[in-house]
């Protein structure tokens, strides 16, 4: 028998391909007699000829998971005790991508909620149908009549998050933050919120950049006399300055410091003060034209900002932001939106991103990207990967202003792409 072997159509293994890459690669082990060295820990034996052979083909049912799983996916579970144990790897990868957390099963019903019956190819509709059955299954959702409840708390309270605007930005965060929800958990959470339905804050530190999204047209109802005025939306009544007149006058004095020390960085005029440079490399969003496909890192930004218009899918105009620099200049922000990018799988990834067409070069909050389980992992001395769950999303590098650029392909039209959101 010729034990040659030949490379197998196994795709790389990805965040939607688990099941068809797992029966693959179990099919491709059982032909060439591997399989027993991912299925269960395997005894060596105590013969010298026998320990040699078995070493070798141990070796080889290694070989070929770390040949199909990918860099990415090598990279985050490589370890002294997997890198050569093909049981250890299959039970690393098995837990990750079978995992019951419960935000990985809303993201797996989430697929099956999405799912479309394509043209008229009934037989293609049928393996879907299995498909995203067997990920349900595999994920520990049970598909069947429950007896003592009707829906289940975690994937009802997930389906509510969902329906939550996307301008709603922190109340969005706040809720994601205390997964696994319950609706009781949810309901004190979106009480506590409830003044994010009138007012939208993005806040901005380190970039100097600072926006407050009111709805256009409306009149915010005012306090007066002392007296806090409970139809007022902009503020609690522990915020109330004229209860508080107080807070008022830190707030001022607080606002006067900031925008003297801008004043005085940018009139120094000075690259080799602190101060100045820092402000010199954040503005260069606004005034240095960078290279196609390119867009700057920000760890200082608290939303992502795009400047042309036609790269957004969807667009809202309902609300009106108002960016104020460090300089005391203002620049409005007309609408926001989704904007698809591509990342280094090919992949099309969502964004939601405020429009802001004086930009001439966009820019990437490295905080928003941060929050939803991205990570900047460095390459090289001054090269870096933004990873999530272990695949690579864009790469990123510094420059001689010490500024972090990155990749950032758009994906003009972008809707109805599948794409990731993290």
């Not at 402000?279 to 196609?292: G, M, T």
């Amino acid at each position: 028998m010729n034990d040659k072997t030949t490379n197998p159509a196994i795709p790389v293994l990805s965040n939607l391909n688990w099941d068809l890459w797992s029966m693959m690669i179990e099919g491709y082990m059982k032909q060439h007699d591997l399989y027993p060295f991912i299925s269960s820990t395997q005894a060596e034996p105590t013969d010298v000829t026998e320990l040699k052979s078995f070493n070798t083909r141990k070796m080889k049912a290694s070989g070929v998971l770390q040949q199909y799983m990918g860099i990415t996916n090598y990279q985050k579970f490589k370890t002294e005790t997997t890198k050569d144990d093909p049981r250890e790897m299959w039970l690393k990868l098995e837990g990750h991508y079978q995992s019951k957390a419960i935000s990985n099963q809303w993201k797996v019903y989430n697929d099956f909620l999405a799912l479309r019956f394509k043209g008229n190819d009934i037989e293609s509709f049928i393996s879907d149908i299995t498909a995203q059955i067997s990920r349900l299954n595999a994920v520990g959702l049970r598909i069947g009549i429950p007896k003592d409840f009707e829906i289940h708390e975690h994937l009802f309270c997930e389906n509510i998050l969902e329906k939550i605007p996307s301008g709603l930005v922190h109340t969005r965060e706040v809720l994601i933050q205390n997964r696994p929800l319950l609706v009781d958990k949810l309901q004190t959470l979106l009480e506590n919120r409830r003044l994010d339905d009138s007012t939208v804050k993005i806040k901005s530190e380190e970039s100097a950049m600072k926006a407050v999204s009111k709805p256009s047209g409306s009149i915010e109802p005012e306090c007066s006399n002392g007296t806090h005025n409970p139809n007022a939306t902009s503020h609690p009544e522990s915020r109330c300055f004229q209860l508080y007149p107080e807070q008022k006058a830190r707030m001022l004095k607080k606002r006067a410091k900031s925008q003297a020390k801008a004043k005085k960085a940018e009139a120094a005029g000075d690259d080799s003060s602190t101060s100045s440079v820092a402000w010199h490399i954040v503005k260069r969003a606004f005034s240095v034209k960078l290279a196609p496909n390119t867009a700057y890192l920000d760890s200082g930004a608290s939303h992502h900002m795009i400047s042309d218009r036609n790269s957004f899918s969807t667009y809202r105009t309902d609300s009106k932001c108002k960016i104020e620099l460090a300089n005391g200049k203002t620049t409005t922000c007309p609408g926001i939106g989704y904007v698809y990018v591509k990342t280094e799988s090919g992949q099309s990834m969502k964004l939601e991103c405020l429009h802001v067409p004086q930009l001439v070069g966009n820019l990437i909050s490295e905080g928003r990207l941060f929050r939803r389980g991205c990570d900047r992992v460095r390459t090289g001395p001054l090269t870096a990967n933004l990873v999530n769950e272990g695949e690579t999303l864009f790469k990123i590098n510094l420059t001689d202003q010490d500024v972090f650029v990155m990749n950032l392909e758009i994906v003009k039209g972008g809707r109805g792409i599948q794409a990731t959101n993290p």
